[in-house]
Structure formats: C-alpha cells, structure tokens
C-alpha cells in the first residue's frame, strides 16, 4: 500500500495568495518529515523539513506543521509567486544506521497564477 | 548549492542489453541512494550505499540491479539484462550522514525498448 499519500494532484492558487499542501503517512516509526519542490527536467530539492521531536517550523514564507497522532504532516506557504509553480512532493523516513531511506507521495503540482 | 551530477540524461537501449547509470555525488558524501519514479507514479527507493556496501534495498531492487562505487569514482547502478519494465527515470542521491539533507540529481530517463 501507499505509505504516504498527498491528497491532491494539483492546485491553483492566485498569486499573494496562501496556500495548504497535505500529505498523510501510515508507518508509525517514521520521525523525518520533508517537502521537495521539482521543476520539470529538475532534481528535487529540499524545501523545507522537520524531525517528530517538533511540530512546527518555519523558513521565510514556508511553514511546516506536523500532527504525529493524525499521522499528517503540511506545508504552508504564503505570499505566493509565480516561481512556486512547481511539483511538491512530501517524503517521510525512518534512519537506519544512519541513512535516509525516504518514502515520497505523489506529489502535488502547484501552479500560482498572476 | 551542492550538486549529484546524473549521467546521461536520456538511455535508450534495447531489452535483454545490459545497462550501467552513472552518478557523480556531492563530495564528501558519504551515503548514496538510487530512487526509480515510472511515469506518472511516485518516487520509490531502490536501494542505499554506505562504505562500499548495500545497506538496504526495497523490492524493485531485483537481482538483475546491482550497484557499486569502484574508489571513490561514479557510483553506478547496472542492469543486467534489462526488462520493458524497467523504463523509468531513475534518480541518483547522496548525503553527507544519514536524516540530514538529501541531495537528488535530475534522473536519468532510460527507455528500453
């Protein structure tokens, strides 16, 4: 089964405006919490991430929140431009040893419009 | 910012061929990763690689895959022979330690026809 799952493939904003993206997890162990931005043609890159000891945390106009009991996890973004047109992909893992084996969602395909 | 370099960008090889990806991680990296995303589907993990061994590998790591990083040069990911199903774009991945960072190249796309 899908162990993370963003619940919308796409979304349209206006652009100043703010916006909400989900993403939702099953695997109790996992304590790393991420979102990726991907232009098209590009690696993924990370935005923004938080470890299960926090439940917020904030970086200029991206805010995640993070909801351990309902397994759910967000990234807010405000003021929005043009140049968050973009896919969003929410990742999850657990270290083992040491290294970082993500599980990543479907990803949400943001577009803001001027 | 840090870069993994994915080389080459496009693959077409016909099934049954061997195939070999490369991938030029951030240096001073220590942990590397192969993901494969087919189209229209999320990213999976393949596999992880530390200190010359594989770590872990997840289902889609079947015995025709097999990776290495022969000193310190590309670390590689091989497939032997290749299957239709096979065609993804598959991308390479670093990190300095484990649950830090994780650096992604662009994939390379490989067809296999």
């Known amino acids: 089964g899908q162990q993370v799952k963003q619940s919308s493939p796409s979304l349209t904003v206006q652009e100043g405006g703010i916006l909400i993206l989900n993403c939702d997890y099953e695997n109790d162990m996992f304590d790393y919490f991420a979102w990726y931005k991907k232009y098209p043609d590009n690696s993924p890159t990370l935005l923004i991430s938080?470890?299960?000891?926090?439940d917020k945390r904030e970086d200029g106009r991206f805010t995640v929140f993070l909801n351990k009991s309902g397994k759910h996890f967000s990234l807010h973004i405000t003021a929005s431009q043009p140049e968050d047109t973009a896919v969003y992909l929410c990742a999850a893992g657990e270290g083992q040893g040491g290294s970082a084996k993500l599980i990543f969602g479907e990803g949400t395909k943001l577009t803001v419009s001027s | 910012g840090p870069k993994v370099l994915q080389i080459p960008s496009h693959q077409i090889i016909d099934m049954g061929q061997m195939v070999t990806l490369n991938c030029d991680p951030v240096?001073?990296?220590?942990?590397f990763y192969w993901y494969k995303q087919i189209l229209g589907q999320q990213m999976e993990f393949l596999v992880n690689?530390?200190?010359?061994?594989?770590?872990?590998k997840s289902k889609l790591f079947k015995d025709q895959f097999s990776v290495e990083r022969p000193d310190g040069s590309y670390f590689t990911l091989k497939i032997q022979p290749t299957a239709l199903e096979d065609s993804a774009v598959y991308f390479c991945a670093s990190s300095s330690e484990g649950r830090t960072e994780v650096f992604f190249g662009k994939g390379t796309r490989l067809t296999v026809v």
């Open positions: 240096s001073n990296h220590l942990y």
């Open positions: 690689f530390y200190n010359g061994k594989v770590m872990e």
């Open positions: 938080v470890r299960s000891n926090v």
